[in-house]
């Protein structure tokens, strides 16, 4: 028996996140200087760097807490994803939430975002279309769109340093994947 290499985007997701958390206990700052996206007017429109953050904030997190409980999800929900959708299709999804969610946050709000928490949401949103038919909409999906997504916006009038808008575009984003790209079979 060997060990296999089994869902690419996502083990390779997880390992750069868990490098880069690594590399900030070395080197303090990185994470807040690379991986984390600035809010309104923290954007600089000269800087590649801030180009670079509207995708890379995904990859940082502010604790191991916080990486276990974002990775905790994708480890269980990626590798399902990927056998659906194909890991360049992942990837290409991943991609897209990370700018959505940090383009609207440098946009609209004054604080800055880090962490996977919208890639989570997208992948809670999408794996309920993973059974999907033309003409249908999974009662899965709207149970999950209503349990996860309405807790997000109940939680969003508490004073918390947690980003229930990037949790909800991701959602946003999995449900508008998921509906217009179905799962391959």
């Given amino acids: 028996?060997?060990?296999?290499?089994?869902?690419?985007?996502?083990?390779?997701?997880?390992?750069?996140?868990a490098i880069v958390l690594l590399l900030d206990s070395l080197l303090p700052g990185l994470?807040?200087?690379?991986?984390?996206v600035p809010?309104?007017?923290?954007?600089?429109?000269q800087s590649i760097r801030s180009y670079v953050r509207l995708f890379s904030h995904i990859l940082g997190h502010a604790d191991i807490n916080h990486?276990?409980?974002?990775?905790?999800?994708?480890?269980?929900?990626?590798?399902?994803?990927?056998?659906?959708?194909?890991?360049?299709?992942m990837a290409i999804m991943t991609l897209?939430?990370?700018?959505?969610?940090?383009?609207?946050?440098?946009?609209?709000f004054q604080t800055g975002l880090m962490g996977a928490s919208g890639i989570v949401f997208m992948?809670?949103?999408?794996?309920?279309?993973?059974?999907f038919n033309k003409g249908e909409i999974p009662l899965t999906f709207i149970l999950?769109?209503?349990?996860?997504?309405?807790?997000?916006?109940?939680?969003?009038?508490?004073?918390?340093?947690?980003?229930?808008?990037?949790?909800?575009?991701?959602?946003?984003?999995?449900?508008i994947f998921g509906y217009l790209r179905p799962a391959r079979r």
Avoid: Q
Avoid at 67 to 88: C, D, K, Q, R, T
Avoid at 123 to 131: A, E, P, R, V, Y
């Fill in 144 to 175: 999950v769109l209503v349990l996860y997504l309405g807790k997000e916006v109940f939680n969003a009038f508490r004073d918390n340093n947690i980003s229930e808008f990037g949790h909800i575009i991701g959602g946003l984003c999995g449900s």
């Fill in 96 to 108: 897209i939430t990370a700018f959505v969610t940090g383009i609207l946050n440098v946009l609209l």
């Fill in 67 to 89: 990486f276990l409980s974002n990775f905790s999800f994708i480890l269980l929900l990626g590798p399902i994803l990927e056998s659906a959708y194909g890991s360049g299709g």
């Fill in 123 to 131: 992948m809670i949103l999408l794996s309920s279309f993973t059974n």
């Fill in 31 to 36: 994470t807040a200087a690379w991986f984390s």
């Fill in 39 to 45: 809010g309104r007017g923290g954007f600089d429109p």
């Fill in 1 to 17: 028996m060997r060990i296999r290499y089994n869902a690419p985007t996502t083990l390779t997701f997880t390992l750069v996140c």
